[in-house]
């Protein structure tokens, strides 16, 4: 479990997290939404220790983030920022095998190796794993970054906006990947994730941000109410149920 | 061709550059000519090896491909230490004064620059950028200064500043050699320790802390190497931090990989192939009538001019 007390973070002279307190369970798929500026990533972030906390505390499984050695953090969190873009010559299988550094130190193993091919598999990546990652489209280099992380092989696996510049079929895709890596795997996931129709359908828990503040947070069928939502996006919802899913229409 | 086929190759032209430079016309001088061929060999591995290294890793830290450790400044402040002794106790002093004391007080005073740079860059956690853009105000400042004194000097004196403007081979000291071969040895020693990382690195910040490396305390390493390194070539031959630019570019163009193990060895080869060669050029084709850098930096100039007009294209 990641627990999360009294979290607070400043921008300059922005407070870009104020006092957010929350609990991240295990095995479940955990979603950030909220309006633009609301700290979502910046809260990712400060879990996944890419940046620095001013004041809180962070445990991941009862043991302070600041002071965990880097390495064996790499083997139990893993987290995948929004924009990822290389100049390097990479092709797809070389990438997902940096997944597999904090365990080998560049020098990978067959194990380790047996791990990249798992990834790979299970991203449906096999026929273009010796292509180069600028001839990918980018559904395709997203789940390639994904593969990276699966061969990491973290108990948690944090995201950034996996969905961004994807289109319906990929977003599809990769919320169902994420959906069998809890379900099969037994993995814990967090997303920051905009499209809150995918937060409703997919995640069993969902925290709302707003001003670097939690809002609300509750499972879906908690969460996904007008009521709720006009509280956290100032705006209009009718929240319609759909095969036991409930769906958000905002578009009009 | 796999990275290593080309290591080889690399290794074999390196090789052959070598031996033509070593023995083309020596004649029946051996005993004169040849040690001296050799301490020019040696100075042009030791400063190229550390030049191709420090540039390639400063682009892996910085994930920029154009950039070489002289916007940090070093390289003015070479010049601004070579025309402040000029300008303060004239060239006479210079040419008189001890090439050891001289050597080491150089070296000294530019990682003592760096060392105080970064200690003021990393007390406020601050990134690698904001480091370089620090670098580039002070390489500023440096050049203003250095010109400002070489305005003032005797034109005779200027003379002598201009000649240390352009990296040259013609007259190393062997002594020097020694001390600086010995510390670029021990500042590589210190580097294969962290050169695991620099793969990781190439990635970018984010992914390199996701996957466990200490960003911070590594990038530290890094600099505070190519400090050394960099300060280390330039006081022995010269601000010579272009070839660099060129050998790295080269390097990645020919060795079509990420991996740092090959790109470091092919970047070394590269230099080294570049400067014996252009050593070579030097003194067999314009008899010494130019210096290494100028034929470096044209030369770099036009397969710069190229790079563009290619990329402009596609």
Not at chain 1, 232 to 245: A, K, L, P, Q, T
Request: net charge positive.
């Amino acid at each position: 479990m990641i627990r999360v007390n009294h979290l607070f973070k400043k921008y300059g002279r922005k407070q870009v997290i104020e006092d957010v307190s929350i609990q991240i369970e295990k095995g479940k798929i955990t979603s950030f939404i909220g309006p633009n500026g609301a700290g979502k990533s910046t809260l990712l972030s400060m879990i996944s220790r890419l940046i620095a906390k001013d004041a809180g505390e962070i445990t991941i499984d009862d043991q302070d983030l600041t002071k965990s050695k880097n390495r064996d953090l790499a083997k139990k969190i893993s987290i995948l920022k929004q924009s990822n873009f290389t100049t390097l010559r990479l092709t797809v299988r070389e990438l997902v095998s940096f997944g597999r550094f904090p365990y080998s130190q560049g020098k990978l193993t067959e194990t380790d190796w047996k791990h990249v091919d798992e990834a790979i598999r299970y991203l449906n990546l096999e026929d273009i794993q010796h292509r180069y990652l600028d001839q990918l489209s980018g559904g395709q280099q997203q789940r390639a970054y994904i593969a990276m992380v699966v061969a990491q092989d973290t108990e948690y696996i944090l995201l950034d906006e996996p969905l961004n510049n994807l289109d319906m079929k990929h977003a599809v895709q990769i919320m169902k990947i994420l959906r069998r890596l809890v379900d099969d795997l037994g993995k814990t996931v967090v997303i920051v994730i905009h499209d809150i129709n995918f937060a409703s359908c997919y995640s069993d828990h969902i925290v709302a941000l707003k001003d670097g503040k939690v809002v609300r947070e509750g499972a879906p069928h908690e969460m996904i109410h007008s009521s709720v939502l006009k509280e956290i996006y100032n705006m209009d919802f009718n929240v319609e149920r759909f095969n036991n899913h409930r769906i958000c229409l905002y578009y009009t | 061709m796999t990275p290593k086929a080309k290591t080889i190759l690399l290794t074999a032209v390196s090789a052959v550059v070598v031996t033509i430079y070593l023995f083309l016309d020596l004649g029946g001088n051996w005993d004169y000519a040849l040690p001296r061929r050799i301490a020019k060999v040696l100075a042009m591995i030791l400063t190229g090896g550390a030049i191709a290294l420090s540039t390639t890793v400063f682009q892996t830290i910085t994930n920029n491909r154009i950039l070489t450790p002289s916007i940090m400044g070093l390289d003015s402040l070479y010049l601004l230490i070579q025309t402040v002794v000029i300008f303060m106790v004239g060239s006479t002093t210079l040419t008189m004064m001890n090439n050891h004391i001289h050597f080491l007080m150089t070296v000294g005073i530019m990682i003592l620059f760096s060392g105080v740079l970064y200690k003021v860059m990393f007390r406020g956690g601050r990134n690698v950028y904001f480091l370089l853009l620090i670098g580039i105000i002070f390489g500023t400042l440096f050049q203003s200064l250095s010109s400002f004194m070489q305005i003032l000097i005797d034109p005779n004196e200027f003379q002598i500043v201009q000649d240390k403007m352009f990296a040259s081979f013609n007259n190393i000291n062997t002594d020097l050699l020694w001390i600086a071969g010995a510390l670029i040895l021990a500042v590589t020693l210190y580097f294969l320790r962290f050169a695991k990382y620099l793969d990781v690195l190439s990635l970018g910040r984010d992914q390199a802390v996701n996957l466990g490396v200490e960003y911070d305390y590594v990038v530290k390493q890094f600099l505070i190497i190519i400090a050394v390194l960099v300060s280390i070539s330039t006081a022995l031959v010269g601000p010579i931090t272009f070839l660099g630019l060129l050998v790295v570019n080269v390097t990645y163009e020919f060795m079509k990989t990420y991996r740092h193990r090959y790109l470091l060895t092919g970047s070394l080869l590269i230099s080294v192939i570049t400067l014996v060669g252009g050593q070579l050029i030097v003194e067999k084709v314009f008899t010494f009538t130019t210096t290494l850098s100028v034929i470096i930096n044209f030369v770099g100039g036009v397969y710069f001019i190229y790079l563009l007009l290619k990329g402009s294209r596609t």
